[in-house]
């Protein structure tokens, strides 16, 4: 049993800042692989980022990449996903995402909107 919870989701103009967390629920979120993925009013879910238990090991969207930062903050055992530099296409329902290795994403936050306003 994993719980996700998010946090950090918000308004915010074309340009700026906003930083989403992802809490997990449990000892076992350390060997955790945890990825965001986001969706937008009509259309399908997307793939943002994800970040290996260890942190050492990372991926990104080509639509984020330059832009986005995954992290892992090892003292409050949670997620970060710093986005930067946010354009009105970035506006959409994130959700954190965890899996097992060699898993599916079984765990799945409640979501957290993050709108942009040009």
């Known amino acids: 049993q994993v719980q996700l919870v998010e946090s950090g989701g918000g308004l915010v103009q074309a340009g700026g800042s906003l930083r989403l967390s992802c809490a997990p629920s449990g000892r076992t979120s350390s060997s955790l692989i945890m990825a965001w993925f986001r969706q937008a009013p009509g259309k399908e879910r997307e793939f943002v980022a994800t970040i290996s238990w260890s942190g050492t090991s990372t991926y990104y969207a080509d639509s984020v990449k330059g832009r986005f930062t995954i992290s892992r903050d090892n003292a409050k055992n949670t997620v970060i996903l710093q986005m930067n530099s946010l354009i009105p296409e970035d506006t959409a329902v994130y959700y954190c995402?965890?899996?097992?290795?060699?898993?599916?994403?079984?765990?799945w936050g409640q979501g957290t909107q993050v709108t942009v306003s040009s």
């Open positions: 995402a965890a899996r097992y290795p060699g898993s599916g994403y079984d765990y």
